[in-house]
Nanobody, 116 residues
């Protein structure tokens, strides 16, 4: 396992829920922004949500009202609660950590599959 590890992916039905977790305990730099990204087969990686160390949150329009991101700065963890899942949410979800000095580290990803 690397310094950033995602867990919680799996299979869900349309309308169901999943919760993803990111643990960045192996990161030694001060983490400013943590974010969730996803990449579906044949598509580019896209931003899902970000949260800063001060709690400022951004969501992609496609997940607003359905996904909720949260973070524990002390534990270097981040979660993504995904509700009302749709087949188009199917992708590999990645956790990204960005430091104050331009440090940038990604996890290996976790697969989320939503069946119709």
């Amino acid at each position: 396992q690397g310094p950033v590890v995602e867990t919680g992916g799996g299979l869900a039905q349309t309308g169901g829920s999943l919760r993803l977790s990111c643990v960045a305990s192996g990161i030694m730099f001060n983490i400013n922004v943590m974010g969730w990204y996803r990449q579906a087969p044949g598509k580019q990686r896209e931003l899902v949500a970000t949260i800063t160390s001060s709690g400022r949150i951004y969501y992609a329009d496609s997940v607003k009202g359905r996904f909720t991101v949260s973070r524990d700065n002390a534990k270097k963890t981040m979660s993504l609660q995904m509700n009302s899942l749709k087949p188009e949410d199917t992708a590999v979800y990645y956790c990204r950590t960005e430091g104050d000095m331009g440090e940038d580290w990604w996890g290996q990803g976790t697969q989320v599959t939503v069946s119709s």
